[in-house]
């Protein structure tokens, strides 16, 4: 069955940065757009950032200019480089794998922004 497991989530201090890495097995990963999306206590899981088979990337309008999304389709790798990181950053972050009606979820990781 599809695989993806994230890492990199963490403790940092506001205006940290942190890279989160997702890895995908089972999969043929380069013809999915991957994404990584947050879910914060108490609120809905939003889109964090995506990026198509195509290289095309998306981001919430929070995270521009501060949150970096890329994929490595040789090693079926989607990292997101996180910089400037703020309190409301706080959250378990979830890689997804996207195709037409089917949708692939890690089990996510907590990423913790505080002094």
């Known amino acids: 069955q599809v695989q993806l497991v994230e890492s990199g989530g963490g403790l940092v201090q506001p205006g940290g940065s942190l890279r989160l890495s997702c890895a995908a097995s089972?999969?043929?990963?380069?013809?999915?757009?991957m994404g990584w999306y947050r879910q914060a206590p108490g609120k809905q899981r939003e889109l964090v950032a995506a990026i198509a088979s195509g290289g095309g990337t998306n981001y919430a309008d929070s995270v521009k200019g501060r949150f970096t999304i890329s994929r490595d389709n040789a090693k079926n790798t989607v990292l997101l480089q996180m910089n400037s990181l703020k309190p409301e950053d706080t959250a378990v972050y979830y890689c997804n794998a996207h195709r037409a009606t089917i949708d692939f979820w890690g089990q996510g990781t907590q990423v913790t922004v505080s002094s």
């Open positions: 089972r999969i043929i990963f380069s013809i999915y757009t």
